[in-house]
């Protein structure tokens, strides 16, 4: 990854399939410290600001802890609304059909990156 254009997160190894995020802070465009999960699902890794979509409240009440007992969905532990991993789109629950704020992540020569965009 070229300098300047992202953001190291994590080890790729620190990242199992529906297991447990790895979490870290991005800016919001208003200044302030919001908290984001990186996950794996299906070989795949996926970025979201960790934030339920009915009350932006964090999703994991036990730090990286999100997929529900299957392993299928993202589970808010305060509403019991589920999430697709792979898309964010709230499949049950209070938000039925909205989506988590997706974050541009790149997986790269053993690492995980946040692809940070020059404003």
């Known amino acids: ?4 254009t992202a953001r190291l997160i994590c080890d790729s190894a620190a990242l199992v399939d ?11 465009r208003d200044g302030k410290p919001q ?5 794996r699902y299906q070989g795949r890794v996926y970025g979201y600001v960790n934030a339920c979509r009915h009350i932006p409240i964090e999703l994991d009440l036990e730090d990286g802890n999100i997929f529900d007992l299957s392993g299928q ?5 305060m509403h019991g609304a589920l999430y697709l991993p792979n898309n964010g789109r709230c499949v ?13 992540l790149v997986e790269a020569d053993g690492k995980v990156w ?3 965009m020059p404003d």
């Open 1 to 4: 990854m070229a300098a300047g």
């Open 18 to 28: 529906s297991g447990r995020a790895v979490r870290f802070e991005i800016t919001s």
């Open 35 to 39: 908290s984001a999960i990186a996950l």
């Open 73 to 77: 969905y993202l589970v808010c532990s």
């Open 92 to 104: 049950g629950g209070p938000c039925r059909g909205q989506h988590l704020q997706a974050l541009p």
């Open 114 to 116: 946040l692809n940070v």
